[in-house]
């Protein structure tokens, strides 16, 4: 299935087409792939890094969606969080396999500024690290629910305003201000501002 140049926007509302694509409608599931392609295809891209394989995953993701369409139901969560959750999954199974050479630049050996690869200068960092990833944990429990779920899509995923906004359903504005708001009470747990 290809993309066209302009995305169909479908005339028939969302919940209908993916009652009509349940039933076995070819035509209301590839409404929701046009609907839905750019968002799942720039999710991934951001993550891969690499456009082949970002179209690819894609493609994977929505054949499992079309196989999977009947386990769909509707829970809070909009079509397009059920397919970003399938393509993270791909993601994470695609990171698993190690496929993916997932480079780090360090310096060159006689380069002062470079990064050490002695054990005695990696071990504090990975300490520093793992106190960190606790402080954070600990930081996204003082969150709401609506609030963790926004920080995470959209620094843990790394969604844009406007895709989190097709996945939770909200409006980019209302991402902004949950997102804001997130983010300053996540500050005021860690103790980096002041109430």
Same mark, same amino acid.
């Given at each position: 299935?290809?993309?066209?140049?302009?995305?169909?926007?479908?005339?028939?509302?969302?919940?209908?087409?993916?009652?009509?694509?349940?039933?076995?409608?070819?035509?209301?599931?590839?409404?929701?792939?046009?609907?839905?392609?750019?968002?799942?295809?720039?999710?991934?891209?951001?993550?891969?890094?690499?456009?082949?394989?970002?179209?690819?995953?894609?493609?994977?993701?929505?054949?499992?969606?079309?196989?999977?369409?009947?386990?769909? +139901?509707? !829970?809070? /969560?909009?079509?397009?969080?059920? =397919? &970003?959750?399938? #393509?993270?999954?791909?993601?994470?199974?695609?990171? *698993?396999?190690?496929?993916?050479?997932?480079?780090?630049?360090?310096?060159?050996?006689?380069?002062?500024?470079?990064?050490?690869?002695?054990?005695?200068?990696?071990?504090?960092?990975?300490?520093?690290?793992?106190?960190?990833?606790?402080?954070?944990?600990?930081?996204?429990?003082?969150?709401?629910?609506?609030?963790?779920?926004?920080?995470?899509?959209?620094?843990?995923?790394?969604?844009?305003?406007?895709?989190?906004?097709?996945? +939770?359903? !909200?409006? /980019?504005?209302?991402?902004?201000? =949950? &997102?804001?708001? #997130?983010?300053?009470?996540?500050?005021?747990?860690? *103790?980096?501002?002041?109430?």
């Amino acid at each position: 299935m290809s993309l066209p140049a302009h995305p169909i926007v479908p005339a028939t509302p969302e919940p209908e087409l993916v009652t009509r694509a349940r039933a076995g409608d070819r035509e209301a599931f590839a409404a929701l792939y046009h609907q839905h392609y750019r968002a799942v295809y720039g999710f991934l891209l951001v993550r891969t890094r690499n456009r082949h394989l970002a179209e690819d995953l894609t493609q994977e993701a929505f054949v499992r969606a079309l196989r999977r369409i009947d386990g769909f +139901t509707w !829970q809070g /969560v909009a079509f397009a969080g059920w =397919l &970003t959750t399938i #393509a993270k999954n791909l993601w994470l199974d695609e990171l *698993g396999r190690g496929r993916t050479r997932w480079e780090t630049p360090v310096g060159e050996f006689d380069d002062p500024r470079g990064v050490s690869t002695g054990t005695g200068d990696r071990v504090p960092r990975d300490l520093e690290a793992v106190e960190a990833r606790e402080t954070v944990r600990a930081a996204l429990k003082t969150l709401n629910a609506r609030q963790r779920h926004c920080v995470e899509l959209r620094y843990l995923d790394e969604l844009t305003p406007q895709e989190t906004a097709l996945v +939770t359903g !909200q409006t /980019v504005g209302a991402v902004r201000t =949950l &997102t804001c708001r #997130a983010l300053l009470k996540l500050r005021w747990s860690i *103790g980096a501002v002041s109430a």
